[in-house]
Structure formats: C-alpha cells, structure tokens
C-alpha cells in the first residue's frame, strides 16, 4: 500500500465523528461500552492479516506474483474487496439488503490507522452502495477507533478479532479451510496466541483447537506434497475439509512414522486426483486397506499407477486449483487405476471379514455361554427349566451342525 493509509490518525482526523452509540467488548481485561464514531469510507482499509482474508490473498498473490500490500490504497481495497464479494456471494447479498434497508445495525472495530479489525462485510456492503447510489446514508462506517498503542499489539489485536469474529452472524462465514487455517498461521506459524488463548477466544475446547491444529498441517503438508506450497486457497477451492478430517483420522490410528509416510502419499494423491464420488469416502476405504496385510501390495501398485500423476506435478512450476482441476482431475485413465486399485484391496478385505465373521460370531456365542449363572439354573421353576432347556438343545443341535461342517473340511 502506499503511503496514504500509513498516516491516518482517525481519532485526530476532523472528518471523522462521535456518535451517540457504543459498543462494548473485551480489551486488555476490561470490558465497558466504548463509543463508535462515523467513519469515512475512504479512511479505511481491509486488514490483510485477517484469518478470512488471508487466504483469500494468497491466491492473489499466487496468481500476480507480488504482495498485495504493494498495490496503491483503493486498488489494494478495491482487489480485497472483490475476492470478499466472491467469497460468499449470499452472506453478502443478504448483509446488503440488510443495510440497504435499515442501515448499519453493528459497530465494527478499527484501528486508530485505519484499518479493520471487525466489520469486512458490513463495510464491503457499505463500500458498494456507496458506488451505486452516492447518498450520504452509505459513505460512513460506524465503528469503534482503538487507542493508537494497540496497533503495535498483535496478540490483542488477534485476541480481539476471534472474540468478535466468531460471534453473531459473521461466524457464518468462516470457510472451514480458512478456519483451519487461521489457527496454523496464529498458533503455529507466527506463534501469537498458544492453542488454549485461541480455543478461549472462540468458545472452543483446547482439545478441540489442537485437532484443528493438526488438520491444518495435513493442508500444509499436502500442499508442500503438491508443489503449492502456501496456496491455502486451493484447499478452499477443492473443498478438501471432509478429506482431511478422514485423513486426520487416520493418521491417528498409525503408530509408527514410516507406515504414516507411505499412508499418506496414497492419501494426499488420491485427495488431489478424487478418482470417484465423493473422495472421503475414497479415505474410508483406505483407511481400512492402510490397517490390512495388504496395505504393501496395495501401496507398490498405487506407486506405478500413479506415475503419470508424478509426472504432472513434476513438469509444472505454478500448481493452481485450475490446473489440478482441467489437468490433473481430467486424466480418466489416472483416476479409473487408481479407483480400480483402491475398489480391488477394498474387496479383498470385504471377503476376508466375510470369512473371519464365522468366528467373531463364536466368540460372542462362548462369551454369551460364559455369562450364564450356573447356579441360578438349579434355582429356576419347572416351567423355566424346561424353556431353559429347549434353548439349551436347539444351541446343541447347531453346535452339531458346525461341528460336522468342520469335519467336512478337515
């Protein structure tokens, strides 16, 4: 950005006023109404380090090559703006309406430079109607102005937007990738809040915030598998999130790290090629060849299969979403290899549970016969002694049967 955005002092700026409302948080331990002022809209900016945005931007700058923050002001709006927009069309036509109809109804929260910690939505919304209609009514954004010294806090900063972003209708539009995401770049990349801050800030568990944690580093793992390294945005475009969370899962059944590092190039493949349907349910049935005998067999021949997919990622420099999906997604014979691979083990080990079943069903049967209170038959009346004991017969007689099949065999 240039120069323009970094000299604004909204609370010392004559344009901007008080208005007779509040708004009350949370901030540094103290939680009172603050006052919201008008703002105008061209004194603003979008936060680039915003959880929702940043993955937006990443496609940006994926595709351009350079730092958005080296657009010039409005151009650098203008772009954030659009990627918003796209991002989820119908919460921002709904939001729209809203306000083009009764106004802003919430505050949001800004820093004393400008730039928006709470409120991206509402101020899109405002942006644009301000462009169509040119009224007075849509040229101000109301908002609370931060103290000046808060803008060197990153860690409140960050504590802030989670406590307001993940409450009312913004917590809508959270993609769950860029959910994951924010967590990967706040707790593990940059290190601003540890997993316990973060999980109070948004009414989540802990537990609950380190198993966000590491499906966000199976998206980050994949995307360095890839060749896309920090492309969040095709996890995004790809809607990997019910993938990852199979091969979350999964990952927590392997103990040891080299079955894990074969696992998962079957996984993060078959993830990229989605060889049919609905490509969890392709991690499903992995998952049960992973934990087979024939995990090794499986494994080799997915290796030369796969080889064309190698290839592909090999002779391109810029993975993208469009190339995986006009590329990579398109090669039917890739897919139906790899559908059929997956589709042969998946058989194998539906006939082995088949014949295994026999003996499950023993087991239950002998520890059934074990539970039964000996002592209590001697106890039982006539009747129940005689119903006891056509039970006992008809157990008898298919024992029998069993027994002659056994012989059979033997």
């Given at each position: 950005?240039?120069?323009?955005?970094?000299?604004?002092?909204?609370?010392?700026?004559?344009?901007?006023?008080?208005?007779?409302?509040?708004?009350?948080?949370?901030?540094?331990?103290?939680?009172?109404?603050?006052?919201?002022?008008?703002?105008?809209?061209?004194?603003?900016?979008?936060?680039?380090?915003?959880?929702?945005?940043?993955?937006?931007?990443?496609?940006?700058?994926?595709?351009?090559?350079?730092?958005?923050?080296?657009?010039?002001?409005?151009?650098?709006?203008?772009?954030?703006?659009?990627?918003?927009?796209?991002?989820?069309?119908?919460?921002?036509?709904?939001?729209?309406?809203?306000?083009?109809?009764?106004?802003?109804?919430?505050?949001?929260?800004?820093?004393?430079?400008?730039?928006?910690?709470?409120?991206?939505?509402?101020?899109?919304?405002?942006?644009?109607?301000?462009?169509?209609?040119?009224?007075?009514?849509?040229?101000?954004?109301?908002?609370?102005?931060?103290?000046?010294?808060?803008?060197?806090?990153?860690?409140?900063?960050?504590?802030?937007?989670?406590?307001?972003?993940?409450?009312?209708?913004?917590?809508?539009?959270?993609?769950?990738?860029?959910?994951?995401?924010?967590?990967?770049?706040?707790?593990?990349?940059?290190?601003?809040?540890?997993?316990?801050?973060?999980?109070?800030?948004?009414?989540?568990?802990?537990?609950?915030?380190?198993?966000?944690?590491?499906?966000?580093?199976?998206?980050?793992?994949?995307?360095?598998?890839?060749?896309?390294?920090?492309?969040?945005?095709?996890?995004?475009?790809?809607?990997?999130?019910?993938?990852?969370?199979?091969?979350?899962?999964?990952?927590?059944?392997?103990?040891?790290?080299?079955?894990?590092?074969?696992?998962?190039?079957?996984?993060?493949?078959n993830m990229l090629v989605k060889p049919k349907g609905d490509v969890k349910?392709?991690?499903?049935?992995?998952?049960?060849?992973?934990?087979?005998?024939?995990?090794?067999?499986?494994?080799?021949?997915?290796?030369?299969?796969?080889?064309?997919?190698?290839?592909?990622?090999?002779?391109?420099?810029?993975?993208?979403?469009?190339?995986?999906?006009?590329?990579?997604?398109?090669?039917?014979?890739?897919?139906?290899?790899?559908?059929?691979?997956?589709?042969?083990?998946?058989?194998?080990?539906?006939?082995?549970?088949?014949?295994?079943?026999?003996?499950?069903?023993?087991?239950?049967?002998?520890?059934?016969?074990?539970?039964?209170?000996?002592?209590?038959?001697?106890?039982?009346?006539?009747?129940?002694?005689?119903?006891?004991?056509?039970?006992?017969?008809?157990?008898?007689?298919?024992?029998?049967?069993?027994?002659?099949?056994?012989?059979?065999?033997?």
């Open positions: 950005m240039s120069s323009g955005f970094q000299n604004i002092n909204l609370k010392e700026d004559t344009r901007v006023d008080v208005s007779e409302i509040t708004k009350k948080f949370s901030l540094r331990g103290q939680t009172m109404p603050r006052p919201v002022y008008r703002i105008p809209l061209n004194l603003l900016h979008y936060n680039n380090k915003n959880g929702r945005i940043a993955t937006l931007i990443s496609k940006w700058e994926s595709e351009n090559g350079y730092s958005i923050t080296e657009l010039e002001d409005e151009q650098y709006n203008e772009t954030i703006e659009s990627y918003i927009i796209k991002s989820n069309k119908p919460a921002f036509e709904k939001t729209m309406k809203s306000i083009k109809s009764i106004s802003q109804r919430e505050a949001g929260v800004v820093l004393n430079d400008g730039c928006i910690i709470d409120g991206n939505r509402r101020y899109t919304c405002l942006r644009r109607l301000y462009e169509e209609t040119s009224s007075p009514e849509f040229a101000y954004f109301e908002a609370v102005i931060l103290d000046p010294e808060i803008s060197s806090d990153e860690k409140e900063i960050k504590r802030l937007e989670l406590e307001l972003q993940h409450g009312q209708d913004e917590k809508v539009s959270y993609n769950p990738i860029e959910a994951l995401i924010d967590v990967y770049k706040t707790c593990e990349e940059e290190k601003i809040l540890t997993t316990k801050e973060y999980a109070d800030n948004i009414g989540k568990s802990e537990s609950a915030v380190k198993k966000d944690l590491e499906q966000a580093k199976i998206i980050v793992d994949f995307l360095d598998y890839i060749g896309a390294t920090g492309k969040y945005y095709i996890a995004v475009d790809l809607q990997l999130d019910a993938s990852v969370f199979e091969i979350y899962n999964i990952k927590q059944k392997i103990a040891d790290e080299e079955t894990w590092e074969k696992a998962k190039i079957v996984l993060y493949e349910f392709v991690m499903r049935d992995i998952k049960s060849i992973v934990n087979s005998e024939y995990f090794d067999d499986y494994y080799n021949e997915h290796l030369r299969i796969a080889k064309p997919l190698e290839e592909a990622l090999k002779n391109n420099n810029d993975i993208d979403s469009a190339y995986i999906i006009n590329d990579i997604r398109s090669n039917d014979t890739l897919k139906k290899n790899m559908a059929d691979n997956v589709d042969e083990y998946s058989a194998k080990i539906s006939i082995e549970n088949i014949k295994k079943l026999p003996i499950e069903k023993m087991n239950d049967i002998a520890e059934s016969l074990s539970k039964i209170d000996q002592e209590a038959i001697t106890y039982m009346s006539t009747d129940d002694k005689n119903n006891f004991k056509e039970a006992f017969n008809d157990v008898k007689k298919k024992v029998e049967e069993i027994e002659r099949v056994l012989n059979e065999v033997n």
